[in-house]
């Protein structure tokens, strides 16, 4: 493990920030982690709990002289952060972010920037439904994928090092345009999100005719819908309105294909149902192939998710 950025700035200081801290000291990858969130509260509890080597009372506090700046703010509010810590910049100094959604927030960030600061948007595909500065743990990113968004004009060295020190986190790294990252998260991460967010809702709904049955004998499909709509509702809201073409896009393919199932199910179609169950079980495997899951029996629960 080596030390990759002297100092490294996080802006946000709630699941995301707080993993990155704990896994920049397990590995030694920055010499001084600042920190700042909006709230006192959070900035409380986090010198409280030690998370961070110096908390900030201003986002432009915490960036200045940073040789990296993370966003780990709602992607809604990146814009605005990005312009309050605009002029704090180091010259030469990387400002990345970790947002779920890449092209709005490129959009909305790059035009506040000084042009003598590489930015170089990221995102980690981990998580959990938990959020703030208390809820984050080192390993949260080993053995996943974190995803950069380079573009033709980002500097080879700043991008190099941006991919070390991820890797340093634990991830695995790869490249991606921010187009086709919006669309490939709206299948893997959004769409599920709001198919689950929704069946806990009619489940919640049907709860008021049957009483508790549902919660009682939640079985493990309904389960972890619940750990997936358990997931900050501000973070997700953002998602949602910021990647509303990919995600649309996704939900109008997913429709046609319920409505297909549907049909089947009314038709008696069971060559159909079963060729369909077939394909989608084969994924499954595919992915504990690819090492992104455990083929335990209670996958998901109290797990990790992207
Ligand atoms: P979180 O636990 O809810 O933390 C968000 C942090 O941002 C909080 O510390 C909050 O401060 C701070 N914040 C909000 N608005 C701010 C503002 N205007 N200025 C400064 N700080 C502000 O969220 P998270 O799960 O770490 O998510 C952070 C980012 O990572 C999001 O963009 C999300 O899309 C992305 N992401 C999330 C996951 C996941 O599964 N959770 C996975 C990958 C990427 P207060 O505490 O003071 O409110």
Redesign the pocket.
């Known amino acids: 493990m080596t030390v990759v950025y002297d100092r490294v700035a996080l802006?946000?200081?709630?699941?995301?920030?707080?993993?990155m801290f704990w896994a920049i000291k397990r590995g030694n990858v920055a010499r001084e982690v600042t920190g700042?969130?909006?709230?006192?509260?959070?900035?409380q509890t986090a010198r409280e709990i030690g998370l961070c080597d110096r908390v900030c009372d201003s986002?432009a506090e915490a960036a200045e002289g940073a040789d990296l700046v993370v966003?780990?703010?709602?992607?809604g509010?990146?814009g605005?952060?990005a312009a309050?810590i605009a002029p704090a910049l180091k010259p030469g100094a990387t400002l990345s972010?970790?947002?779920?959604?890449k092209a709005a927030?490129i959009e909305a960030v790059q035009p506040e920037l000084p042009d003598n600061v590489h930015f170089i948007p990221a995102?980690?595909?981990?998580?959990?439904?938990?959020?703030?500065?208390r809820?984050?743990f080192a390993e949260l990113f080993d053995n996943r994928w974190c995803l950069l968004v380079p573009n033709e004009d980002t500097d080879p060295e700043a991008l190099a090092n941006l991919r070390n020190f991820w890797e340093q986190l634990g991830s695995n790294v790869d490249e991606m345009d921010a187009d086709h990252h919006d669309l490939v998260l709206a299948v893997t991460s959004h769409a599920p999100h709001l198919i689950a967010y929704t069946m806990v809702g009619v489940a919640d709904d049907l709860r008021r005719v049957t009483d508790s049955e549902v919660i009682k004998y939640s079985a493990a499909g309904f389960r972890d819908f619940t750990r997936i709509a358990a997931?900050?509702p501000?973070?997700w809201r953002?998602?949602f309105l910021s990647n509303k073409t990919a995600t649309l896009e996704i939900l109008g393919r997913f429709t046609e294909e319920l409505f297909a199932l549907q049909r089947a199910i009314r038709r008696g179609d069971g060559d159909q149902l079963h060729d369909y169950f077939t394909r989608t079980r084969a994924i499954r495997r595919g992915i504990i192939e690819a090492g992104q899951d455990t083929d335990a029996p209670n996958f998901g629960r109290g797990g990790r998710?992207?």
């Open positions: 802006i946000g200081l709630g699941l995301i920030a707080s993993s700042y969130a909006r709230s006192d509260e959070t900035r986002a966003l780990c703010v709602p992607v509010v990146m605005q952060v309050e972010d970790v947002g779920s959604v927030v995102h980690p595909l981990a998580g959990t439904e938990h959020s703030g500065p809820s984050g997931s900050d501000t973070m953002d998602v998710k992207g």
